[in-house]
């Protein structure tokens, strides 16, 4: 049986040892020294230090958004928004709520503004100056 050693110098350089551990009484056992071969601690941490994790890179834009129940959460959106309002369940609403929302849906009629005459105090002598050639 062979073990493989990786010592680090301080040069930096790594060299590798070979151990022959099959029943040779001559070699004493090594022990291995894992520099830096233990895995990273995953932790709460990490993700604010290190980049999102994804399949595509695009462009994303901090947005809020907002829930049904009022409460808001800070994302990243693929469009530049400032709030993103998800749909309410209309069917969970009250018949009186229902009723408030879809009037508020209708199409109203503009109101009329009275047709009155407006007087017209305009001069065209007053600005005629400004075209006249000197």
Same mark, same amino acid.
């Given at each position: 049986?062979? !073990?493989?050693?990786? +010592?680090?110098?301080?040069?930096?350089?790594?060299?590798?040892?070979?151990?022959?551990?099959?029943?040779?009484?001559?070699? /004493?056992?090594?022990?291995?020294?894992?520099?830096?071969?233990?895995?990273?601690?995953?932790?709460?941490?990490?993700?604010? !230090?290190?980049?999102?994790?994804?399949? =595509?890179? +695009?462009?994303?834009?901090?947005?809020?958004?907002? *829930? /049904?129940?009022?409460?808001?959460?800070?994302? *990243?959106?693929?469009? /530049? *928004? &400032?709030?993103?309002?998800? /749909?309410?369940?209309?069917?969970?609403?009250?018949? +009186?709520? &229902?009723?408030?929302?879809?009037?508020? =849906?209708?199409?109203?009629?503009?109101?009329?503004?009275?047709?009155?005459?407006?007087?017209?105090?305009?001069?065209?002598? &007053?600005?005629?100056?400004?075209?006249?050639? =000197?």
């Amino acid at each position: 049986r062979r !073990v493989l050693l990786i +010592e680090r110098t301080r040069s930096g350089i790594d060299t590798a040892l070979q151990v022959l551990t099959a029943g040779s009484s001559l070699i /004493p056992e090594v022990q291995t020294n894992l520099f830096h071969a233990h895995a990273a601690l995953l932790n709460s941490n990490r993700s604010s !230090v290190v980049r999102c994790g994804r399949q =595509k890179y +695009e462009r994303l834009y901090p947005v809020m958004l907002v *829930r /049904p129940d009022g409460s808001t959460i800070n994302i *990243r959106y693929k469009e /530049p *928004r &400032r709030i993103l309002q998800m /749909p309410i369940n209309v069917l969970a609403l009250s018949e +009186e709520e &229902r009723r408030s929302r879809q009037k508020k =849906k209708e199409v109203r009629a503009p109101k009329s503004r009275s047709a009155g005459v407006q007087e017209d105090d305009f001069r065209v002598e &007053r600005y005629s100056h400004l075209w006249k050639k =000197k």
